[in-house]
């Protein structure tokens, strides 16, 4: 069955502080992988994608993610975070860009940021 | 970016009247949009996907009569939730699939059936 697992559902860090939001999948094809933030009241925005290609992932505002097919991981990093990242955060699996396919999310992992 | 709208933002309806959500892609065309409910603290689950000018393809579970979708153009969806009862009350998040082969999200919509 295809799922996507976000082990932590909430999780607290210091301003400034790394961070590490874990994701793991199970998809029967080629996976593709996303990372969304979803703030209060708002739409889902797109950190970053992985189709294909080099397994680690530059995204917006300074997240980046390695894909693990070994480990079936696409874990979300930030080597330090600043208050206004304080979100929701979803990690979603697809199926190939252009198949316009839906996609498969996580429950979620809330970050919290302390001062 | 692209642009995804909804409205209303927030709805409260008394159990057994209708209710018709919209999403527009404001500045790209959308042939294909995606309709997602999510519970609190769940994740967003896939109710049915929309082609313009085609019947929407729902997924398992999700009972058609009771949520219509009408794709009518390339910038509008529409999800009309029909008879609606407290059970019915989420929050239903669209989403437009555009020619960067991405999907942009609406801000949602949050649906309260008294």
């Known amino acids: 069955a295809q799922s996507v697992t976000q082990p932590d559902i909430h999780i607290t860090v210091s301003e400034g502080a790394s961070l590490e939001l874990r994701c793991n999948y199970s998809?029967?094809?080629?996976?593709?992988l996303f990372w969304y933030v979803q703030s209060p009241g708002q739409g889902l925005q797109l950190l970053l994608k992985?189709?294909?290609?080099?397994?680690l992932v530059q995204g917006i505002k300074g997240f980046e993610a390695e894909f693990k097919r070994s480990q079936s991981s696409f874990n979300l990093r930030k080597p330090s975070v600043h208050w206004s990242d304080a979100a929701e955060y979803f990690c979603?699996?697809?199926?190939?860009?252009?198949?316009?396919?839906?996609?498969?999310f996580g429950k979620g992992t809330k970050l919290s940021v302390k001062p | 970016g692209a642009v995804v709208s909804q409205h209303p933002s927030w709805v409260i309806c008394k159990s057994g009247t209708s209710v018709k959500i919209e999403c527009r892609s404001l500045?790209?065309?959308?042939?294909?949009m995606f309709w997602y409910r999510q519970f609190p603290k769940q994740s967003l689950m896939l109710m049915a996907t929309?082609?313009?000018?085609?019947?929407?393809?729902?997924e398992q579970g999700v009972e058609k009569d009771k949520f219509l979708i009408n794709h009518a153009s390339l910038t509008l969806s529409t999800l009309t939730v029909t008879s609606a009862h407290p059970e019915d009350s989420s929050f239903y998040i669209c989403?437009?699939?555009?020619?960067?082969?991405?999907?942009?999200f609406g801000p949602g919509t949050r649906l309260t059936v008294l």
């Open positions: 989403s437009a699939w555009g020619a960067v082969n991405e999907q942009f």
């Open positions: 998809y029967g094809a080629t996976p593709y």
């Open positions: 992985y189709f294909s290609g080099d397994t």
């Open positions: 979603a699996v697809g199926a190939a860009i252009g198949s316009q396919g839906n996609l498969i």
């Open positions: 500045d790209f065309q959308a042939t294909t």
């Open positions: 929309s082609n313009e000018g085609s019947k929407a393809t729902y």
